[in-house]
């Protein structure tokens, strides 16, 4: 199945965008040298259920899905229906569109914490939103939070290593906590006693499963200490359960944003939670965005709601998978190769443990290629996104790459040629001056 790929034409496009794109894209996560540059395509041009194709004329059957916003496949017909007939009546108006309205009631209807929304446009905007309405709502000021919560300045000043341009005064009202651990919470909502306006988690991350009594520790803690719940679901949302993880976990916070899972990658945030506290949002308090009432995305949004209303989307992302866990895992014993699977099986992640962490490393860059060989897009260590549109055509391809580039991996490994087989290329950016 193994089959000489060209990626000629990505590599060309890469090298002119290094030097009008600053970093190469648009987003940190997706930039090629995260891959396996030179071994592994960079630009798509086409895509259709679970596959795609790259800009020299391969396809592949991809578990990366824009970073997760495709859950149920590629040019999803009931979704691009339901875009093409909305923009036949346009795309944005100064007046309201009625998509607005019909969203939000699906979203109420579907997510257990959610009495009233807004719409914005991605994740950072939504997650934004509920830190400035929790501490409204609060009139307190600290933000206790674990996980990434988007570029914008009050989360990138958590000592996130990328605090570059973000003010110093920011660093006083956020800060951290452990993941999934109660103890450290509390000796955090302790010492900022009586200052934290809201604290925020995401209910599940692929890395690991969430100990049992944890989201109910958190509701507990909160409510002791007089914070707000935020749960990000941009992950978990429309992926674990159709209410997200709020659903799945059964614990409600007080506010809860979603993004990528929303609208099969339209552009759409929302943020969402009690009609107390998201009343907020009204008086004395900017949250507004010229594209929330964007009636494309909504039009998607409301197609996508729908078919996991009606149709088994969540329980295909569960059981497709959990055969792909499994199939990981055995494939990784009967080779000798130390990968392992975690967390949730709808987006889980995934580790190649040896001793050596260079090996570590290369291992993973040699996967990529190789599977990418076979026709197959991972991302270094997951998530693995699944999507409605993967079928056992996808599962029994993928495993079977994988069993061929496992065997490529173990006896590179055996014989100490993992750099050598690698066909990875550095690419130097000349910044070109345009005087
Ligand atoms: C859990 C989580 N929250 C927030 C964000 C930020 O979303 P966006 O990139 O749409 O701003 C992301 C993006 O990866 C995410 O995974």
Known sequence: MSQERSYDR??????????????????????????????????????????????????????ILGLGPITLGYCYPEVDQAIREQL?????????????????????????????????????EATTAAA??????????????????????????????MEGGVPNCLRGVIDGFARNDLDSLEAKLEEYEGRVAMVSIDPA????????????????????????????????????????????????????????GIANGMPCGV??????????????VIISVTYGGEALSLAAAAAVMRIIRDEPVIDHLWSTGARLMQGFEE??????????????????SQTIDYEDAELSRDAWT??????????VLLRRGGLLFITYSHGDEEVEQTLSALDESLAVIAEAVDEGTVKDLLRVTEVQESFRSFT
């Not at 891959?35 to 391969?58: C, H, K, M, S, T």
């Not at 990784?332 to 949730?344: A, I, R, S």
């Open 10 to 63: 990505s590599m060309e496009l890469y090298r002119r965008a290094i030097e009008v794109i600053a970093g190469g894209s648009q987003t940190n996560s997706k930039r090629p040298t995260a891959y396996a540059l030179g071994a592994f395509p960079i630009y798509a041009q086409d895509a259709e259920g679970a596959r795609v194709q790259d800009v020299d004329g391969n396809w592949y059957v991809d578990y």
């Open 88 to 124: 036949e009546h346009g795309i944005i108006y100064g007046l309201l569109s009625p998509r607005e309205v019909e969203v939000a009631e699906a979203v109420c209807e579907m997510v257990p914490c959610a009495e009233m929304v807004r719409f914005l446009k991605g994740g950072a």
């Open 132 to 161: 400035r309405i929790a501490r409204k709502y609060t009139g307190r000021e600290v933000i206790l939070n674990c996980g990434y919560r988007g570029w914008a300045d009050g989360w990138a000043a958590q000592n996130t290593g």
């Open 205 to 260: 991350t692929g890395g690991e499963e969430v100990p049992d009594g944890f989201h109910q520790g958190v509701r507990d803690l909160c409510d002791k200490h007089g914070a707000l719940l935020m749960y990000d679901e941009i992950v978990t949302g429309f992926r674990m359960a159709p209410g997200g993880g709020q659903e799945y976990f059964g614990v409600t916070p007080d506010l809860a944003c979603f993004a990528k």
């Open 271 to 284: 943020v969402c939670g009690s009609q107390e506290v998201m009343k907020t949002a009204i008086d004395d």
């Open 331 to 348: 494939l990784g014993e009967k080779h000798g190769v130390p990968l392992k699977c975690h967390g949730y099986a709808p987006m889980s």
């Open 366 to 375: 040699l996967l990529l290629q190789e599977m990418a060989t076979r026709g």
